[in-house]
């Protein structure tokens, strides 16, 4: 669940908590109180105006903070809920949130500024807060640059139409029957006779007899194994 989103109108990604200050100071309200709830006008605006910081899509909900009874302690942490109902769609399947991510969950392409303490990330941040200061670029780039990011991963997707059991029965073909090109396996008809001999081997007779029905996948594995190794 993304804990921040980007304001389309406002060209800004902010989490639950900027948001609702901003929504306040728009409306030249005070501040929503803890267990105040959200004033209508601003549920309605959320889902047209927020976006999901990784797939852009739209209809977002806010889930504030949970808080212990107690003492007040935050004890889960304020979110942007991306559910599917009426007209939204939910996330898109390839959107980094999709599924069941926790809270904070941070995708492997996205840094989470505000946290991250190792040099390249500080140094990052450093350089995006100076480039936004100079007006260099603005969060609206950043967006842009995430959007053709995120549309590059769409596009290079493929769908894999293979019988999920196909791999390893071939691992388990090549492994057990030994085919060359050389030297091409016989047939030989098991007879009673056969079976007398002692110690027989019929672990390799066996291997024979698969090496003989599955010989042209053979073949191919083997062809398509010496093309990819020239
Ligand atoms: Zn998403």
Known sequence: MPITAFSSSRGMELDVEQLLARLAEEGAQIGLAQASPIPEEWKSHIPTDLECPSCFRRGAEVVRAGRSKADGQVVRQAYFRFGKSGATTGHHPFCDFTGNVPVGHIPENLVLFSTAKDGVSRAVRDLV??????????????????????RQKQQSQFVVTLEPGLPAWLESLRRYCHWTPRRSARHFALTDDVFKIPAFDFKAAARTELTLRYQAVLKEMFDKKSSCTV
């Not at 100079?134 to 640059?145: G, N, P, S, V, Y």
């Open 129 to 150: 807060c100076k480039g936004i200061a100079l007006h260099i670029f603005e969060q609206r780039d950043i967006r842009a640059m995430r959007e053709w990011f995120f």
